[in-house]
């Protein structure tokens, strides 16, 4: 078979006219092709006109031209050759306020120095800034070894011709984080002046160390200034990463914004308090949005705004049933919402929006909390009896809790500073206590829940101090109620007190809850607790006598009950306030500028707050007009 001759190569012309050469290549141009790969695409950069050059490098910063210079030999070389000193100094024109450079520095030197993180000794990163002082940077080994301690051996025999020169004067001294941060001179700078110094004493000598001091003031000057530069542009450089991560959350919140809003839940998000939304750990973040970080975190984002707005739904439905029944002892906002039935629509994700049922069943619920809450205070005072399948036991549970003997405190409230009157509480108003509601006001959801652990049935209360006032009506403090007392509204003067004092001119007279405050304060109760009951004569004038509450003059338990700061605005309830004043002070907030755009107001719009029991007052008058 003859042998076929190797194919020719031809040139192939498109139909454009326009010239295609075949896939195959000459050896040659294989090899110079992967020559220009291995060196990298910008390896013919370095042999660019110099002025092309110059109008690149003019425009990076410092640290950004000494990376460039560390990536080939090529490049150093270019850098470091004397013609280029001239980019050096505009690039450190471009770091704004940096310092000029010294005069022992050239360009590179300089911004080496200033912008270079490694260790001039072992050539390792480090975090610390340059020594000024040498000339240098170094790491925290290598300046644990060329540190001298200035109480060193060879500062002990160093004679200067001068009397008023030390070695500080000559060389510097840094602070350096040794045992207890010692002040330390550089090795290399020490060994110079001990060099110096012992010369001969000649004129040579003295100008020596005279050059030697100038330079060391230029140089600390020099330190100082930049300094004073280095914190300016920690500062600018905080501040100008503050700003461009607000940019970048302002862009991450609308874009989350305009999604949301695509799922229809533009409304939700106008509805929310101020800054709820905008504080979200995942809305509140400086990462852009992409599509990714999107898919991972729309169904959370959704879930929770959902349910935001039916918290908003159920908060706005307590608040309106509130300031409809203002004297109905209720339970704290996030305690309604904790309620079981409530938080089960609240966190059901497949519930939206909020149904009727969270809106029409306000009432429903408060009477389960009410009844929940006041199993647990009759389990507390009376621990023995199991009413869990008995009733009757269940009744006498519920019996006890009414008693005027049964009172409660809690740990918080066993404190000096705590007023007298919420020391020891009787039912009902101890469901109002912070411990076992939030305030009404709250808004932070900090609510106790019902801490039971804080609560304590004061049974020694109860016997000691409780139980004579009740055998001063001649009741028995094992079937008389707190109710049956403020009904009764007698009036009491404290036995010790009285017997201590006879002959005064006025006494005190109490009702029974402020007899009880009475007791824990009186000066006289190491002899017991003993009282007599008013005649019902010797009441009534008393509750319609007149006497002074500090500089106010009043007449009647009406007015000394307006001068406790028991009352709340009306006004208020639709924001959930319940703040206490006085009737006076309740008053002049109602015609203050807090309800300027309400009209017809009256002065009158007024409630006593249903935690504050009645009676919280005491009245100093003559014995003479009560006859005793």
Known sequence: MPRENPRRKVRKTHHNGRVKFDASKSSAAITAAQRLARKGGLSLLPTLAIDILFEIFINFQPKDLINIMYTSREFRTLLVSPNFTVIWKAVRLNVVGFPECPADLSEIQYAKLAFDSHCYRCGERTSN?????????????????????????RYRNITFPCDDLAPADLIAIIRFKLPNYTLCHFERQANELAILVSSSNDQSMQLSIAGAKHRVDIIREHAE????????ARNRDQQHLVQ???QMTLKRREDIRLRLAAHGLGTAISNLPAGVFENHRLVNSATPLTDRIWNNINLSLVEWIQEQDKTRVARSSFVRYMSKHPDVLLPGIQEFLNIGEVEAILKNPKIYPAPRKLTDNVPTFIEKWRRKVTLKL???????????????????KLAKLDLATTVFSFACTRRWRTPPHLKYMHYPWVMAHSCIIENASTQKGTSKLCQCKELRHEVKIGKTVIAPILEACN??????????????????????CDTHDPAGAFVTVYTWRTAIVHALICNNKKQGYSWKKLSDHAADRVKSSASNVGFTYIAGDGQRDAMVPQWGCKLCLDRGNTRAHTVNGVRSHILSEVHAGIEGRTGEEFYRLPRYPPGMFDTVISRHHIGI
């Open 129 to 153: 800034g340059p020594q000024w002082e040498v000339r240098a940077r170094f790491c925290d080994k290598c300046l644990g070894v060329v540190l001298i301690p200035i109480t060193a051996e």
């Open 225 to 232: 200034r930049f300094g004073v530069w280095e914190v300016e």
């Open 244 to 246: 461009m991560k607000a």
């Open 378 to 396: 009759a389990d507390k005072a009376t621990p023995g009896l199991d009413a869990k399948t008995d009733i009757s036991s269940k009744n006498a």
């Open 475 to 496: 009741l028995s403090p094992t079937t008389t109620t707190s109710a049956h007392m403020d009904t009764l509204n007698a009036r009491f003067i404290c036995s010790n």
